[in-house]
């Protein structure tokens, strides 16, 4: 390991120390209580399949969040929201090598 790397090892924990004995203060994220699945989908254009190939969902659990027989855990509502407010965002991400195939095409076009 470098000496680099151990350096912000120990600052790293050195904060959380810190924080945990009340010496730092932290934030906390606010996680909407619920969202709806569906209304970001629609409002991205996209199928079922295409949205949750694009973001990494199960097919089926797309369908059951859309279905009310579940609800996405804090995580996932925390993504979503991420991928309502910023879908570019996400995607540029997830499929970088697709952003740069689509940019290329621009290109050639122009």
């Known amino acids: 390991m470098s000496e680099k790397a151990f350096s912000k090892i120990m600052r790293g924990l050195g904060e959380a120390k810190a924080y945990m ?47 009310g027989r579940r609800t996405p855990e804090v995580p996932a509502r925390a993504y979503l929201t991420v991928i309502q407010r910023n879908p570019s965002a996400v995607l540029e991400a997830l499929h970088p090598a697709k952003v740069e195939q689509a940019e290329a095409a621009v290109r050639r076009k122009a």
Do not use: C
């Not at 009340?22 to 209304?39: A, I």
């Open 21 to 67: 004995e009340g010496e730092r203060e932290g934030y906390k994220v606010t996680v909407p209580p619920s969202v709806d699945v569906k209304s970001i989908r629609k409002g991205l254009n996209m199928t079922q399949a295409a949205f949750s190939d694009s973001f990494g969902f199960s097919l089926d659990t797309v369908k059951h969040w859309e279905g």
